[in-house]
C-alpha cells in the first residue's frame, strides 16, 4: 500500500529490510551478488564477501548462479548481506527465523550485536520476538498507528485487538 500521508525522516543510514533477497539477480553468483550490494552501499567489497561467505556457510554454492539456490540458501546469503554491513537502523520482518537452529542461533547473536550500536524497526505477528528484540512498540489497527513506550503495553493491546477480531 502506497501512504496517504506523512513522511519519514532520518540522519543516518536505513538497511533495506534485512535478510531480502528479492533484488538478488538470478544469473550472478552469490559472492558476485554480494559484492554489488557492497559497491551500492559503499563498503568495502572483499571484506563483505569474505564476511558473507563465512556467515552464510553455503561453500561452493556461494560462486554458483543465485537462481540455483533453495529457499534456505537464499535466505542465508541474504541474512548474511544484511548483517554483513553496519547501518544506523535495520527494517526488521521477522527474518531471524530463517534457518536451521545452528543458523538461527547465529543470526540472532549477530543481530544483538548490531543492535548495541544500531536501532530497528521490527514487524512481527511473533510476541516472543517482539519481546526480545523490541523496547517500544506501535500497534497498527484499521489504519490507527498506536504508539507504546513499553513493549509489553503494546503487546497487550495487540492481543487484545486480536481477541476483539476473532
Not at 540522519?11 to 559484492?35: C, I, K, M, Y
Not at 544484511?82 to 537502523?89: A, L, P, Y
Amino acid at each position: 500500500m502506497l501512504p496517504t500521508s506523512g513522511r519519514i525522516l532520518s540522519d543516518g543510514t536505513v538497511s533495506w529490510p534485512v535478510g531480502f533477497a528479492g533484488s538478488f539477480h538470478n544469473e550472478l553468483t552469490g559472492a558476485q551478488n554480494v559484492r554489488f550490494v557492497a559497491r551500492i552501499y559503499g563498503v568495502d567489497t572483499d571484506a563483505l564477501v569474505d564476511y558473507v561467505a563465512d556467515f552464510s556457510e553455503l561453500g561452493e554454492s556461494y560462486h554458483k548462479p543465485f537462481g540455483t539456490y533453495s529457499s534456505g540458501m537464499r535466505s542465508r546469503l541474504a541474512m548474511g548481506a544484511s548483517m554483513g554491513i553496519d547501518f544506523d537502523t535495520y527494517l526488521v520482518d521477522e527474518v531471524t527465523s530463517v534457518g536451521d537452529a545452528a543458523f538461527k542461533e547465529k543470526s540472532e547473536v549477530v543481530f544483538r550485536d548490531r543492535m548495541k550500536n544500531a536501532s530497528s524497526v521490527v514487524v512481527s505477528h511473533s510476541m516472543p520476538f517482539v519481546r526480545k528484540t523490541c523496547t517500544m512498540g506501535a500497534v497498527l489497527h484499521k489504519g490507527k498507528l498506536t504508539l507504546f513506550n513499553k513493549v509489553n503495553d503494546a503487546i497487550s493491546y495487540y492481543e487484545k485487538m486480536s481477541r476483539e477480531q476473532s
